[in-house]
């Protein structure tokens, strides 16, 4: 579990935070929900904390103040800004502490879970890049690095992430099956990833490198196979018609899902049919 801790001098907007938002389902649990930035800091001191979700406009300490304590204490801490204010100033400030996000009060709880989420999924990316660089280590000592160019490919792999085995429970794995229900459920439309982006409060550019990191294929592939692979279960049912089994998996045109049943199983769609 993630360790989160909430600053916030307006108590009911902590008890909101605190009450309202799924931690235990974002893997996460709140450590600390406090009303100024001294409280949080001595909180700090006694807990390790991952995530730091605070207001900005905290009387005698600021969440700005707050956030560069918090992360001269714990450089890769996470930050996510609480405010009332649309300021230029404030968002100026948020930005040039990296900030994971800024969510504007009152709140949305929706945007804030979207911006947690991502944390999430972000923090365990980091935690299997360090596991890989580990193992990676000990083979470079298991080999006993015999020659210069062993040692230099070992370096190279470790850019390389390693692979999420499937049965990871992780969010980011629980993430991209939702996803996929998803584009199963709507394969009649004309389904994008910016639409799903859009669904799962993402960037169409994150979601789409996510997307190919766990499954190994592209937005667009997977959706292609998604698509073929109903369309030949729905063929199988003689009673349907094959323009039918193009619009029901999201193709108006019948010659490019003709083209693109044939590339994908060597024959088209009427040559399945007669075969079954």
Known sequence: MYKVLL??????????????????????????????????????????????????????????????RALDRKPDVRVVFVSGHQDFH??????????????????????????????????????????????????????????????????????????????????SSRLIREIVATMQARLHENLTLKHIAQQFAFSPNYLGHLFKEETGQGFSEMLTELRMKRARELLKDPRVKIYEVAGQVGYRYMPYFSRQFKETFGMTPMEFRKRE
């Open 7 to 68: 600053a916030d001098d307006e108590h009911l907007d902590l008890e909101g935070m605190r009450t309202f938002i799924p931690w235990s389902e974002l893997g996460m649990e709140v450590v600390g929900a406090v009303s100024n930035g001294f409280s949080a800091c001595e909180l700090m001191e006694r807990q390790s904390v991952d995530i730091l979700v605070t207001d900005v406009n905290m009387p005698n300490m600021s969440g700005l103040e707050l956030a560069r």
């Open 90 to 171: 404030f968002v100026k400030q948020a930005l040039s502490l990296k900030a994971c996000s800024y969510v504007l009060k009152p709140m949305d709880d929706d945007e804030l879970v979207a911006s947690l989420r991502q944390i999430t999924l972000e923090l365990e990316y980091e935690a299997n890049r360090k596991r890989t660089e580990e193992q990676l280590l000990q083979m470079m000592q298991a080999w006993g690095a015999q020659d210069g160019k062993k040692s230099a490919d070992a370096r190279d792999r470790l850019d390389e992430p390693e692979p999420m085995e499937p049965q990871n429970r992780s969010s």
